[in-house]
């Protein structure tokens, strides 16, 4: 198990809880750009949120996850085909999918033999679809604040794979041409105990505690509340998506 898998499985519950939900007019363009609506496979589900919505697009809906604790701790998973295994190693069909997707997973196993596997498992003209998202804003004041526990704080305790969301899933290199969906982002109002819990999933956050046995939100939960104001009033917090898309066995009109 790799470490990513452990510190997300340690995280399970968190995850649940504070990790935001998707836009919906994502998931109907997703549906409205496969081949069909038979089958479609979320990759790196962790608790199911991007594998729910696809339950009213399509007839059957798959998710796996490497992490058995965060498939475990999932809330809701009622009609969808859930199970653990790697990425790379998937235990489908060839040619069995309309639509694969990954949501804020692919940095982690964006690898050659990955992308083989997405070609193997996708019907022609099937979908993939990647995507992520990372830093959140919310305004002036506390995207400073954010911005300097991001990159100071927390810098040197982020998986090696961090640097691609930052990069906006830019510096992958698939092996198809790009499509590139309409600009979509996550959009929710917040109060501050919630903006708290969903820190407290970052993977930097829990590597830091591991490292020094502190933790890091302590410190900077006074300057948060200080430009919150209202702990318990609800604030816009907003996420804009990047993409990793396109169709890895195109047919040639």
Known sequence: MSE???LFGA???????????????????????????????????????ASRPLLQHFSQVLAC???????????????????????EALPLADGSLDLIIVAQALHWFATPAFFAEVRRLL????????????LLRIDSELDALL???YSNTLGPYWPAG???????????QAPFPRLQPPPFAIQLHWDLPQLLGYLGTWSAVQRLQQASGRDPLLA????????WGDPHQERFVSWPLHFLAGLPNPTHQ
């Open 4 to 6: 990513i898998t452990r």
């Open 11 to 49: 995280r399970a519950d968190a995850y649940v809880n504070f990790r935001p939900q998707y836009p919906d007019a994502l998931f109907r363009w997703l549906a409205s750009n496969s081949p069909s609506s038979e089958r479609a496979l979320d990759i790196g589900c962790g608790n199911g949120q």
């Open 65 to 87: 996850d490497g992490s058995p604790e965060q498939l475990h701790a999932a809330k809701d998973l009622q009609g969808i085909d859930c199970f653990a295994a790697d990425a």
């Open 123 to 134: 019907k022609p003209n099937g979908l993939f679809c990647a995507w992520c998202y990372s």
């Open 147 to 149: 911005d300097d526990f």
């Open 162 to 172: 961090r640097a691609s969301v930052d990069a906006g899933y830019r510096d992958i």
């Open 220 to 227: 900077l939960e006074p300057a948060l509340l200080e430009a």
